[in-house]
């Protein structure tokens, strides 16, 4: 099978796909603004907070699971669905961030610093949204030919951090009940141990190259 013809239906699809959640969120909250019936549940806020978050988790780990998934079928087009992935993981931590400032704290930053310091997991938040933010400005292929392809690589790797920030964002809010976050973080884990042995593997086989065929 060619690389175009799985991402000219994949791709539009896995959008809609990814921008329903997004669509849905905001048709609930107009329900409610609106008095109409609603799924926010009693306490709407952190429905939405909850929400959001949530699916900016899975299009991180969407977007990491990618790379893999190509590996493991052999076929390089899975790759170029990352770009898309990566930007909604980063559209839906902004969503994130704007239903905590702006519909759960009513943008009163004395109570966000407050939470800043005295909530751990606030700054995990903060700090993976920071990371997610160099990513997504120069997700285009501009910033790659301005940055080169080694330092565009090497800032890209990144997103393993963010991933690791945003799980532990979740692990530290989880009250009580942590099967969840614990899910998320295995998944991360599962994903970051695939890319390690790779690389090592590789660099045995280089070493053994530049060795030569004297070992040989
Ligand atoms: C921008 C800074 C961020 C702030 C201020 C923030 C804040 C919050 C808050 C207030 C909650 C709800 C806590 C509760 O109801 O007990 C939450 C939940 C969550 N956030 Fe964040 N967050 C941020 C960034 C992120 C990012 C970047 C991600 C993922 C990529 C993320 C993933 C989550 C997840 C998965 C939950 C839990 C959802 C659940 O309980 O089902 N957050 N966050």
Redesign the pocket.
């Known amino acids: 099978m060619s690389n175009r013809a799985p991402l000219a239906i994949g791709k539009p699809l896995l959008f809609l796909a990814l921008a329903l959640p997004a669509l849905w969120l905001v048709w609930q909250w107009l329900a409610f603004a609106a008095g109409a019936p609603h799924h926010l549940g009693f306490n709407p806020q952190?429905t939405s907070?909850?929400f959001s978050?949530?699916w900016?988790?899975r299009c991180?780990l969407l977007t990491l699971a990618l790379r893999p998934f190509s590996q493991a079928i052999g076929r390089p087009w899975p790759l170029a669905l990352r770009r898309m992935t990566g930007l909604y993981?980063f559209a839906?931590?902004l969503m994130?961030?704007s239903s905590?400032?702006g519909l759960?704290l009513l943008f009163d930053w004395k109570t966000f610093t407050r939470?800043l310091l005295e909530r751990p997991?606030?700054g995990f938040?903060?700090a993976?949204?920071a990371l997610?933010l160099p990513l997504a400005l120069t997700s285009t292929r501009r910033a790659v030919r301005r940055l080169g392809a080694r330092r565009w690589l090497a800032l890209h790797r990144l997103v393993y951090i963010?991933g690791i920030l945003?799980v532990s964002?979740?692990l530290l809010?989880?009250?009580g009940d942590l099967r969840?976050?614990q899910i998320?973080a295995a998944l991360i884990a599962g994903l970051l141990l695939l890319r390690i042995p790779r690389r090592y593997f590789l660099r045995d086989i280089r070493g053994q190259r530049a060795q030569g065929p004297a070992n040989g």
């Open positions: 952190e907070n909850r978050g949530l900016a988790l991180l993981a839906y931590a994130h961030l905590y400032l759960d939470d997991y606030i938040g903060m993976t949204l997610l963010a945003a964002h979740f809010l989880a009250k969840e976050a998320y």
